[in-house]
């Protein structure tokens, strides 16, 4: 019976994982359509956002099924109840791939103001902070997961980049008004991504450790 | 001051050493779980407080049990007051036989001299406190082994706690009880929390989990771990109880 609830817990992992790189993967792309303009990437990005969903909805239903049946104790307890955690926040992350495919598909043919760079730069950093994450998930090691809080504060500094920049642009000229107010909602996405990033950090951490962090405010 | 405290315990029977330099403090009013592997020296443990190991050939006892900060392993304690302030519940609910509902429970106070008028009080309220009044106020006299497993256990709890003690210890209380009995038994032992102290030996983690304050993990004679139960449940110290815990022992 352990031994099979081991295995049980182990796949559990391997599909929170799969779910990680699933909404990683949504967050890229999505952003991607955005820089490229690519309308078709933007569909494939709203199409797979419900995979995402039913991830989400299978995943909890797994780990709930686990908890009845053989009431965890000690660092399985703690796997379960951060990866309960954990698969809401990839699920954002996902989701905020998504809100960006359907401003790209709201440009509707403009093109940009100028060449995207802090907005990509957002997305690949903060596409880092799901890989270190999810790697400390995975190996059961903390320190890759320390390393997200750092991470984010550069996500963070980009976002004010971006929305000053837009500013600027928007003074400037009133015709880039509608595209700087999207890149502004863009830039937020992923700035919200990457705290959520930060969430899947800090329960994993929590997960390895036992240790709570306290939120800085 | 712990109501109960063991310092330096170490239990031999014959050549085999048994309890290993047990010291443990078990705070008043509270309810304390011990957990371990079968064979791991709780249930010697708890059979100590009660000085039971008197009892046992060979048996030795070293270190010191303090009950109310005085130690009771010493030529005056007396055995039988002893066992009437620290009360005793066992694996196999053990009424007397031969015994009615009512005199089960009376047995105890009328050996201590109660008045007749005092046993009746004494028994409604030993009963009520066991969350078996109900069950048997019209059956009184009725032999107590026509009780129901669980209800015999509890007719138990009630024969203890008629003599006013204020310690109670349980050596696997539900073990041989269905999930409803022991749903009882544990309501019982959170109404009794405060007003007794508790220790409950059990095999069962999730029972430990659920209606006690702080456990010990004891593991070949040795207290590995005592903490409040959340932290032991949730993020033990030790690897051992956490292998253990996880079922990942051996």
Do not use: G, H, S, V
């Given at each position: 019976m352990t031994r099979q609830f081991h295995h049980q817990l182990d796949e559990m992992r391997k599909h929170v994982l799969d779910m990680g790189e699933m909404a990683k993967r949504n967050l890229l792309n999505g952003t991607k359509s955005l820089t490229d303009l690519d309308v078709a990437l933007a569909e494939e990005v709203i199409a797979l956002d419900a995979s995402l969903n039913k991830m989400d909805v299978s995943l909890e239903a797994e780990i709930l099924n686990l908890i009845a049946r053989h009431q965890p104790m000690g660092t399985d307890l703690r796997t379960l109840g951060a990866s309960l955690k954990i698969i809401t926040y990839l699920d954002r992350i996902g989701r905020y791939g998504y809100d960006i495919a359907k401003v790209t598909k709201e440009f509707g043919g403009k093109s940009h103001v100028r060449k995207l760079v802090a907005i990509p730069l957002m997305a690949k950093t903060v596409g880092e902070m799901v890989d270190n994450a999810l790697l400390a998930y995975k190996t059961s090691q903390a320190q890759p997961a320390r390393e997200v809080f750092a991470m984010d504060e550069t996500v963070d500094a980009l976002y004010d980049q971006v929305f000053r920049q837009c500013v600027t642009f928007m003074l400037e000229d009133p015709a880039t008004i509608s595209q700087c107010a999207h890149y502004i909602l863009v830039a937020r996405h992923l700035e919200r991504a990457g705290d959520n990033a930060c969430k899947v950090a800090e329960k994993t951490k929590y997960m390895i450790t036992g240790e709570r962090r306290l939120p800085n405010y | 001051m712990p109501i109960l405290e063991s310092k330096n315990l170490n239990i031999y029977f014959g050549e085999k050493h048994v309890l290993k330099n047990v010291s443990l403090a078990v705070p008043e009013g509270s309810i304390t779980a011990i957990i371990g592997p079968s064979g791991c020296g709780k249930s010697t443990f708890i059979r100590a407080i009660n000085l039971m190991h008197d009892l046992t050939p060979n048996a030795r006892v070293d270190g010191e049990i303090r009950y109310s900060g005085k130690?009771?392993?010493?030529?005056?304690?007396?055995a039988t007051e002893l066992r009437s302030r620290i009360g005793m519940v066992f694996q196999k609910p053990n009424p007397f036989p031969t015994l009615s509902i009512f005199e089960n429970v009376a047995f105890g106070p009328r050996l201590q001299g109660a008045s007749r008028s005092e046993l009746k009080e004494i028994v409604e309220r030993s009963l009520k406190q066991a969350a078996l009044w109900e069950e048997v106020k019209h059956r009184?006299?009725?032999?107590?082994?026509?009780?129901s497993g669980g209800q015999q256990q509890r007719l138990c709890i009630a024969r203890a706690l008629a003599v006013k003690p204020q310690v109670l210890l349980m050596d696997e209380p539900c073990s041989a009880l269905d999930p409803i009995a022991t749903g009882k038994i544990e309501d019982l032992i959170q109404e009794l929390k405060g007003e007794y102290t508790i220790v409950i030996v059990t095999h069962n983690m999730q029972q430990a989990a659920r209606v006690s304050d702080y456990t010990a993990f004891f593991y070949m004679g040795e207290l590995i771990e005592f903490g409040e139960t959340k932290q032991i449940f949730e993020?033990?110290?030790?690897d051992r109880t956490e292998a253990y815990i996880t079922g990942r022992f051996g």
């Open positions: - | 130690n009771i392993y010493t030529r005056e304690t007396n009184l006299n009725a032999p107590a082994t026509e009780l993020k033990p110290r030790d």
